[in-house]
């Protein structure tokens, strides 16, 4: 009787892992795609859409708002407060930089803005307020949060010439995913829209019973990558990357997730670099996933914004060989 319970045991037990590891599976699908979308088509109302050269589709945050985002997934409500000029900050800068002053412009998307931990919690905010608390006295030290959810390398860029490069910041940290280098949002987005008009109301229904909330995301990123193909986009990356270099000539440190970079974009990358003056590639960044700081999907949680903060703040004072921040 006893080895019977036993066996009924383990089999309970087999079987309820088999059953959350498919629940875990279905639903880290669904956050993947819905992170992938980026909230961007879903809460229109928090962002402007200015007309900016030739990007149909790009968009910045509305200055001035203060917006809750209660995710099921996150389990509490977090606030994003931006300021009068549309940074996800607390703080307004003014755009002439005051005597004494160190001015760092962090760029990037939802990593760099802090999606899904308030905003006191991104890393460009923990990163301000380890350098006020260890940097020389008499220095102010200004981090200034550019990043936007969703942008890719164009986007990035275009809002650091319309929104950014007026601050003059003596450094700028631009933190990269992998997939940055592989989004179009110009034709993504753009195909998305096409997608979803001419899907009717019961194909609808049906991908939305298979869980696939976001199927024309998924389905336009499948077309871009299958039509212009990796070699072309990284092309085309490139090309915005001279864009940057134009445009800025300061310091930059391009800070890598080393797993979600594969080598042709390092290989990229460090063409970029050797052309490029007073730059430097950061490849340590650490894998927050391994230590256990990320939410579902990807995203940091409020340990993980801190550990970027804590690495970039050690890069910039011990790791590299300019004095853009000193400690003495």
């Not at 383990?10 to 795609?33: E, K, M, N």
């Not at 134009?246 to 970029?272: K, Q």
Request: glycine share 6%; hydrophobic share 35%; proline share 5%.
């Amino acid at each position: 009787m006893r080895k019977k319970q036993i066996k009924l045991c383990i089999f309970s037990i087999i079987a309820s892992c088999i059953l959350v590891g498919l629940i875990y599976r279905h639903y880290r699908w669904i956050i993947t795609s819905y992170l992938r979308a980026e909230v961007v088509f879903l809460h229109k109302d928090l962002y402007l859409f200015p007309k900016i050269d030739e990007l149909l589709h790009y968009y910045e945050l509305k200055p001035g708002e203060v917006e809750t985002d209660s995710s099921v997934w996150l389990g509490q409500t977090v606030t994003y407060t931006t300021n009068d000029d549309g940074l996800n900050a607390e703080t307004s800068y003014p755009v002439q930089k005051g005597p004494h002053t160190v001015r760092i412009a962090a760029i990037g998307d939802s990593f760099t803005f802090g999606q899904y931990v308030n905003t006191p919690d991104s890393y460009p905010s923990r990163l301000e307020d380890l350098l006020a608390r260890n940097g020389c006295k008499g220095t102010t030290y200004e981090v200034l949060n550019l990043g936007v959810s969703g942008y890719d390398i164009a986007y990035t860029i275009h809002h650091f010439m319309h929104k950014g490069r007026k601050y003059t910041p003596d450094l700028v940290i631009w933190l990269m995913n992998g997939h940055n280098f592989y989004q179009d949002n110009e034709y993504t987005l753009t195909r998305e829209h096409d997608i979803l008009k001419s899907t009717n109301a019961k194909k609808r229904a049906e991908f939305e019973r298979q869980g696939n909330y976001y199927f024309a995301m998924d389905q336009a990123q499948e077309e871009l990558m299958r039509i212009v193909g990796k070699e072309r986009l990284l092309s085309k990356q490139q090309v915005y990357l001279e864009e940057f270099s134009r445009m800025y000539s300061g310091r930059l440190v391009l800070a890598l997730f080393d797993s979600m970079t594969d080598p042709d974009i390092l290989l990229l990358l460090w063409g970029y670099h050797g052309r490029r003056p007073n730059t430097w590639i950061d490849r340590d960044v650490p894998d927050l996933p391994s230590r256990g700081e990320t939410i579902p999907g990807g995203h940091p949680n409020v340990k993980g914004y801190q550990t970027l903060a804590n690495h970039l703040y050690q890069y910039m004072t011990k790791k590299t060989p300019y004095p853009v921040v000193s400690m003495k």
